[in-house]
């Protein structure tokens, strides 16, 4: 089996996009926002003037010149915000989670202004004509942006353009199903083959060519590709997967309707790849910052190394990154110097089930400064310097030796299509412990499919833990 070995691409992560940008469709989306708040601010400036107008007049800073008038807005604006009331599709019809957002904000304006001034404050019919009249100009004011709307769609206007993805014989069904939402145009449709991992490069640069903002997908044609979702992602486009006969948990997803079923959709952050690229940013200040505060600890672990064994105080081995991309991996040496030599002859007493790793508790290539380094991983803190030149990263799936590599079947390589790391799932989980690759790549495929910059802190934190506590370590 042949692997690249040129320089690692980080633009070829699988979370990673070519150029961070916005969202596909983030100006029809924004537009419709603004102007639901826009028409949101102006029903409750209406409805206060008219409150404090039509009722019993009582002076306090409530009424007079409308000092407060900023704060009111800021609460309501805020609680509407709060209740989902300016998301897309059927939230700004909600109309029973209107009352519930206003009835809170007036309750807690009159807690605010008992708290300020408990002795004045505006007459109970000033209240009473204030809630009543922000919840009828309110939702007034939203009947009206909507039917608008949807006469600006029904003459093809301000339509999303989308790409449909399913099985020949359900396109027909599945279309019908997208038309009844009447906001979307539907660009094109390719059945489900143009996911496959032959096909995806150029499916997702004509998707970009066409300008899709979003793609309904069925779940048949997804669910044994589960990791597109990332491809749809770093192109800006939001997925949709079409709902069908069994119900199906995809990861990052969140629940929504078309045509009034049930469905699942993986949304796009605004800044596309803006998390990513945090990510790399973290990875470079911190491995910077780490190497620098842990030199003299290198210097005397060089120095140990030295006086147990002869030999080098590095062990530089070739590891598979990207995409099969060979690079070179530094580690304290913890073995003797043939060891790999040694190994061919240890194959027999490999402990993992499967045979793709090899893992031996007691192997006796391991020097005894060695066994000291690997209980506590220090012998992975060369790999600072992997992370600082962008081969890998803190947080990601191990890259493994080529002799592991070489035993892969076809569904353990999308541990491949994202940068390698020094700590991963698998580290945190009991590491030597797992004696199955399967358990391994279940790991690994948990860690991609949920990737977040809060899982990547969190599996810090737990190999902190781990390391001081020397679970599976050997």
């Known amino acids: 089996m ?39 601010i102006l029903s409750i400036v209406v409805a206060w003037y008219l409150a404090v107008t039509v009722g019993t007049r009582i002076e306090s800073a409530w009424t007079i010149d409308a000092k407060l008038l900023p704060l009111i807005l800021a609460i309501k604006i805020s609680i509407l915000t709060a209740r989902g009331l300016y998301k897309a599709g059927n939230s700004r019809r909600d109309y029973f989670g209107l009352i519930k957002a206003i009835s ?138 079409l709902p069908t006969d069994t119900n199906s948990f995809f990861p990052k997803s969140e629940s929504w309707t078309i045509g009034g079923i049930p469905s699942l959709t993986v949304p796009v952050p605004v800044i596309v790849g803006g998390d990513y690229w945090m990510k790399r940013c973290f990875d470079f200040c911190c491995s910077s910052l780490a190497i620098l505060i842990l030199s003299p600890i290198y210097l005397l672990i060089a120095l140990f190394i030295r006086l147990d064994s002869p030999g080098p105080i590095f062990f530089r081995q070739t590891r598979i990154g990207l995409y099969g991309r060979e690079f070179k991996v530094w580690k304290f040496r913890t073995m003797v110097q043939n060891a790999s030599q040694l190994q061919a002859k240890l194959e027999a007493q490999n402990e993992m089930k499967d045979g793709v790793l090899f893992k031996m508790k007691d192997d006796p290539r391991i020097t005894k400064v060695g066994r000291f380094l690997r209980a506590y991983s220090l012998d992975e803190l060369p790999q600072l310097f992997n992370v600082l030149v962008g081969q890998m990263s803190i947080v990601g799936p191990r890259p493994l030796p080529v002799r592991d590599v070489e035993k892969f079947e076809e569904k353990h390589f999308i541990r491949q299509e994202v940068l390698p790391g020094i700590t991963g799932l698998w580290q945190v989980s009991g590491r030597s412990d797992i004696t199955n690759f399967d358990d391994v790549l279940n790991l690994d495929n948990y860690y991609i499919s949920n990737w977040s910059i809060w899982l990547d802190l969190r599996i810090i934190l737990q190999t902190v833990r781990v390391v001081l506590q020397k679970t599976g370590a050997y």
């Open 104 to 241: 809170l904000s007036e309750g807690l304006l009159l807690l605010i202004a008992f708290l300020l001034e408990p002795k004045a404050y505006i007459s109970r019919s000033t209240f009473l004509l204030s809630w009543f009249l922000s919840l009828l100009l309110i939702s007034i004011g939203r009947w009206v942006v909507d039917a608008g709307l949807e006469a600006i769609r029904k003459r093809g206007a301000v339509r999303y353009p989308v790409f449909l993805i399913s099985e020949v014989e359900h396109q027909e069904k599945n279309l019908k199903l997208i038309e009844q939402e009447n906001r979307y145009n539907v660009i094109g449709v390719a059945d489900s083959s143009c996911l496959d991992k032959k096909n995806r490069e150029k499916t997702f640069e004509s998707l970009r060519k066409m300008g899709i903002a979003e793609a309904f997908v069925s779940w048949r044609a997804i669910q044994k590709r589960l990791h597109v979702c990332w491809y749809f992602q770093t192109a800006g486009i939001t997925l949709r997967i």
């Open 2 to 40: 042949a692997f690249m070995s040129s320089p690692v691409n980080l633009n070829a992560d699988l979370r990673s996009p070519s150029v961070t940008h916005f969202r596909k469709g983030f100006v029809i989306g924004w537009s419709r926002v603004a102007i639901l708040l826009l028409a949101d």
